[in-house]
């Protein structure tokens, strides 16, 4: 990563945001026992050779709180569609009547709800890594900037300093991304 160290910081903050939004993208994946589409909008599907995400081929609907209904837009598809769901792992068999497929959203045990809140921290501990990759790549831009003659040892000082205090302020807000998530996990 090539880091100005005149924009060190926002091009850090720049970083570290889209990392937050990778996080929140992920937890949009995980089933917490209400319809969203969000749950299988990114599958991806074979279609005609080509793999394309199910959003691009099928409406998806919630009619109800507790089923998804996807309708291809080419009947055709409809098989390569049920096929992508059903290797998708995403613990739901798709029921396929000829012109849609309907996902029944079961109930959530309390196991299974103790595994998806375990995901959901393995989905934080890889944010939480990137962004300590983020501050890795920062502090040695503005070790780099200071040995060339950008920084005083002052500046160095301080810019290392603003730049743990912006990863310390991430990793608190991916903390309560966290703690959101499995209380809306964990709420029957």
Do not use: C
Not at 80 to 94: D, F, R
């Amino acid at each position: 990563m090539q880091l100005d160290p005149a924009n060190l910081l926002d091009e850090l903050e720049e970083h570290m945001m889209k990392t937050e939004e990778a996080l929140v993208n992920s937890f949009h994946t995980i089933r917490t026992g209400k319809a969203s589409p969000s749950l299988v909008e990114n599958i991806m599907v074979e279609y005609y050779g080509t793999p394309t995400r199910l959003k691009e081929l099928a409406g998806i609907n919630a009619p109800e709180p507790r089923l998804l209904v996807i309708q291809p837009w080419d009947k055709s598809a409809l098989s390569a569609v049920e096929k992508a769901i059903l290797a998708s792992n995403i613990g739901i068999t798709p029921m396929n009547d000829g012109t849609h497929i309907k996902l029944p959203i079961p109930e959530l045990s309390q196991d299974r709800r103790a595994a998806l809140a375990k995901q959901a921290k393995g989905f934080v501990e890889e944010a939480k890594v990137a962004l300590r990759n983020i501050r890795r790549d920062g502090n040695e831009a503005a070790k780099k900037a200071q040995k060339d003659g950008v920084f005083t040892e002052d500046e160095l000082k301080k810019i290392l300093d603003d730049i743990q205090k912006l990863t310390d302020r991430y990793i608190a807000t991916l903390d309560k991304e966290l703690a959101a998530k499995e209380k809306e996990l964990m709420t029957v």
